[in-house]
């Protein structure tokens, strides 16, 4: 049985879609993070936007197509008083320290201020998911860690 779990926190504005859009036009790069997703049945997602605060993340979850939102297993708390540099990441570390604190991770953003170097992947806020070289890094990390029999062996990689 894989006992591993693989996570994606997840942000929205500038990685599902462009910031400050059209609400027509949100959450409109879901299709790239089906397609990324779609041989990695055991990942799961983890809401880390700001949606979690200021939007209803229930509204946008559905929007997300009934296998992606299956996939979403909670949301990171809001560590209010802490802000500054790697707030995000800090938010991602006390939710994995309450519900999976031995899983892999890896963070979406477009805010490279909110993780630690390697522990994010970091989107051009105007291409989000829509960019091929985003795709490419988030793929070699869910080829990299993918837990079944048939993956490379090897150091995993990625953040922990």
């Given at each position: 049985?894989?006992?591993?779990?693989?996570?994606?926190?997840?942000?929205?504005?500038?990685?599902?879609?462009?910031?400050?859009?059209?609400?027509?036009d949100q959450?409109?790069?879901?299709?790239?993070?089906?397609?990324?997703?779609?041989?990695?049945?055991?990942?799961?997602?983890?809401?880390?936007?700001?949606?979690?605060?200021?939007?209803?993340?229930?509204?946008?979850?559905?929007?997300?197509?009934?296998?992606?939102?299956?996939?979403?297993?909670?949301?990171?708390?809001?560590?209010r008083a802490?802000?500054?540099?790697?707030?995000?990441?800090?938010?991602?570390?006390?939710?994995?320290?309450?519900?999976?604190?031995?899983?892999?991770?890896?963070?979406?953003?477009?805010?490279?201020?909110?993780?630690?170097?390697?522990?994010?992947?970091?989107?051009?806020?105007?291409?989000?998911?829509?960019?091929?070289?985003?795709?490419?890094?988030?793929?070699?990390?869910?080829?990299?860690?993918?837990?079944?029999?048939?993956?490379?062996?090897?150091?995993?990689?990625?953040?922990?």
């Open positions: 049985m894989n006992t591993v779990i693989r996570i994606l926190f997840l942000d929205f504005d500038g990685v599902l879609h462009r910031p400050n859009c059209l609400s027509e959450l409109v790069h879901l299709p790239h993070l089906e397609k990324l997703l779609q041989d990695h049945a055991d990942v799961r997602l983890v809401i880390s936007s700001s949606w979690r605060v200021m939007r209803s993340v229930d509204s946008a979850l559905s929007a997300f197509p009934h296998g992606l939102r299956q996939r979403v297993i909670g949301d990171t708390p809001v560590l802490e802000g500054g540099q790697w707030h995000r990441q800090r938010e991602c570390e006390a939710w994995l320290k309450e519900h999976a604190p031995a899983a892999i991770w890896l963070g979406i953003d477009d805010e490279a201020q909110l993780f630690e170097p390697g522990k994010a992947v970091i989107c051009n806020p105007a291409l989000g998911l829509a960019d091929p070289k985003v795709r490419s890094e988030i793929e070699q990390w869910l080829v990299a860690t993918d837990p079944s029999p048939s993956s490379s062996v090897g150091d995993p990689g990625g953040p922990r």
